[in-house]
């Protein structure tokens, strides 16, 4: 894919697999749902999840996002890079905000200032935001073989 189709695709909400490692170097896998930005993917986990113990101990990890169901469909990115935890509550009710924007809102569209706002602020001094940067982007699309 194009810079640009890559950018088009991570903007549609779906679900990423994000790889940490564990202590005994092999892969700790979970499905997360984040939010793009300029060259990164931020997400946010419970402070004492796996996920946040392994970034702390190695930041090396991947986020896979993918789509379709026939060979000729399937189309994906996998990032690569070193996460960066986030232990401001501030900036991490932002990333809470910015995921129930993108992934709840438009399902049941409750605005997030009715209501939500409280319990992503109540959520945020209970976790940790965990942003990817690009170091290394690979795409596939087979439709295009």
Known sequence: MTPEEISGFLSTPRSCVLTTLDADGWPHSAAMWFVPGDSLLSMWTYRRSQKAVNARRDPRASVVVEAGTAYGELRGVMVRGHL??????????????????????????????DGPAVEVERQSHKRVGLILPFDRVTSWDLGKL
């Not at 935890?85 to 409750?110: F, H, K, N, Q």
């Open 84 to 113: 960066e935890l986030v232990e401001a509550v501030a900036s991490i009710a932002e990333i809470g905000r910015d995921l129930y924007e993108r992934y709840v809102t438009p399902v049941t569209g409750i605005p997030y200032e």
